[in-house]
């Protein structure tokens, strides 16, 4: 039997304690040799060299096939080149550089400024202390979407600034108005040198473009298929194109009963998309990244807006973070691509002592994935590393709020179950657990009250109200045209 050598070392111990093949020149004996040296797809001259001599020896006993280099010898001896296992590492970490890369484009195709999460929240953390803010003499006041994928953002900031006020509305809308913004305010530490307080503002609508580069499809942990984000955006989106943006221009301050967020947040974006010279006509041309952009920039303005009408600079100094979020997640959430969180900064910047001051964030280094692993506990388990200029990190437990893992280690366990359930003959042996005895004993009667709606409901249903509210609606677009 053939005796095979798989490592270039051995291979060359093993010629040297053979006689020479006769069939090879003595010449094309030591090229052949070299050539096993050598790692796949090495390209220095002396590999060129000693393979072209070999060729011209025995091409019938010199083979490539797969990137290795074969040599069959006279005595049936098989010698195999391996790469070395340094090569073997940085082709691995290349790839996965390749990769991450190639990921980051996808986002950055829609959004220039997208940067990692993890990099975003870090470069924040160090231009903030800069000019005095951390995280124990300041409080965070987070403005996001209400879905509950944000909350990987949300934690990242109070794992810096602490545990934050939350602002949050439907899309990202802005509805807590000035007694809201008052309510953090309240919340924050005093600074015991200067007597002042410390806010920091972030401001986030998202959007999902997913591993495949798909702009709004998301999947999203137990339900299967595709589900999206943001739907509220994606709904004002698709109503603003059928319904046009005149008519969806409302009196200020006026919503729906029903739906107070939604209603606002469409009427904000509307204002704003007519403001921007947009027309019933030409919103058809907007796209879901379009119409993205403008809720960043509406929501942003009303966040400016409420913080002229209730921050006093000679009491606190404050700074301001905007942008958009981007989950760019696996295109089936239990696949394995990780699920990655970006981060577009739009604005950045301070207002010490009254004086404002604009920051720069892509003017700072990130951190180098070993950083961030570090600050995340040192897990070498988590994917994490440079993505074109920034760095990434794979999404995990406690910062989503479902672990890919868990559900991919709970999916095995139920399979192993059926399994089971045949090799050991259970099938059939026991009914699943009926609804527990106790349950009867705690159900009651609904409680009698008043309902205060009624008063909406009659509001919706009065013809006169509607028809008054038709002519103040076109009026107020006639004065704003």
């Known amino acids: 039997m053939p005796r095979v050598l798989a490592a270039a070392a051995q291979s060359q111990m093993a010629m040297q304690q053979r006689a020479s093949a006769a069939s090879l020149k003595p010449r094309g004996v030591a090229a052949a040799r070299a050539l096993a040296a050598h790692r796949p797809g090495c390209g220095c001259a002396a590999h060129r060299r000693a393979r072209n001599m070999v060729v011209r020896a025995a091409a019938d006993h010199v083979l490539e096939v797969g990137g290795r ?33 190639g990921r980051a484009a996808q986002v950055q195709k829609h959004f220039e400024s997208a940067i990692g999460a993890d990099d975003f929240i870090q470069r924040v953390e160090m231009a903030l202390y800069a000019f005095g803010f951390t995280g ?19 934690q990242k900031i109070d794992a810096v600034f602490g545990a934050s006020f939350s602002t949050n509305g439907l899309g990202g809308v802005l509805t807590c108005g000035a007694v809201g913004m008052g309510a953090g305010f309240s919340h924050s530490p005093i600074c015991s040198t200067t007597g002042k307080e410390r806010y920091v503002f972030f401001s986030f609508p998202h959007i999902s473009i997913n591993s495949r580069g798909e702009v709004g499809p998301m999947s999203r942990p137990g339900r299967p298929g595709q589900s999206c984000a943001c739907g509220a955006l994606i709904k004002s989106w698709n109503e603003l194109r059928s319904e046009g943006v005149t008519c969806n221009c409302k009196i200020p301050g006026v919503h729906d009963a029903v739906d107070p967020e939604y209603s606002i947040l469409k009427q904000r974006i509307a204002r704003r998309l007519r403001h921007e010279g947009v027309t019933d006509e030409s919103v058809q041309g907007l796209n879901l990244v379009d119409v993205t952009k403008v809720a960043e920039r509406t929501i942003s303005d009303d966040l400016e807006y409420l913080i002229s009408k209730t921050v006093d600079t000679s009491k606190a100094d404050y700074a301001v973070i905007t942008g958009v979020q981007v989950h760019n997640w696996a295109y089936d959430f239990e696949d ?10 739009t604005s950045a910047y301070v207002v010490v002592n009254g004086q404002k001051t604009h920051i720069d964030l892509a003017a700072m280094p990130p951190l180098t994935p070993r950083q961030i692993k570090m600050l995340h506990g040192g897990d070498l388990g988590v994917v994490c590393n440079q993505g074109g200029q920034s760095t990434l990190r794979a999404e995990d437990p406690p910062y989503t709020y479902d672990s890919k893992d868990a559900r991919k280690n709970q999916k095995k366990r139920l399979e192993r179950y059926v399994a089971l359930l045949k090799e050991e003959g259970l099938e059939g042996v026991a009914k699943l657990p009926a ?17 205060s709606t009624s008063i909406d409901q009659e509001f919706q249903t009065d013809e006169s109200l509607k028809q008054l509210q038709a002519e103040l609606d076109a009026k107020y677009r006639m004065v704003s045209n």
């Open 69 to 101: 280099t074969i040599v069959v010898e006279e005595d049936g001896t098989i010698i195999i080149s391996q790469p070395s296992a340094q090569a073997a590492a940085d082709v691995k970490d290349s790839t996965e550089v390749e990769y991450l890369t």
């Open 336 to 345: 394995e691509s990780p699920n990655l969180e970006f981060v577009a900064p």
């Open 435 to 451: 609804t527990p005895e106790w349950a009867n004993k705690i159900t009651a009667a609904a409680p009698e009250r008043s309902n």
């Open 136 to 154: 124990e003499n300041s409080i965070a006041m987070v403005n996001l979407c209400r879905d509950e994928v944000t909350v990987t953002l949300k």
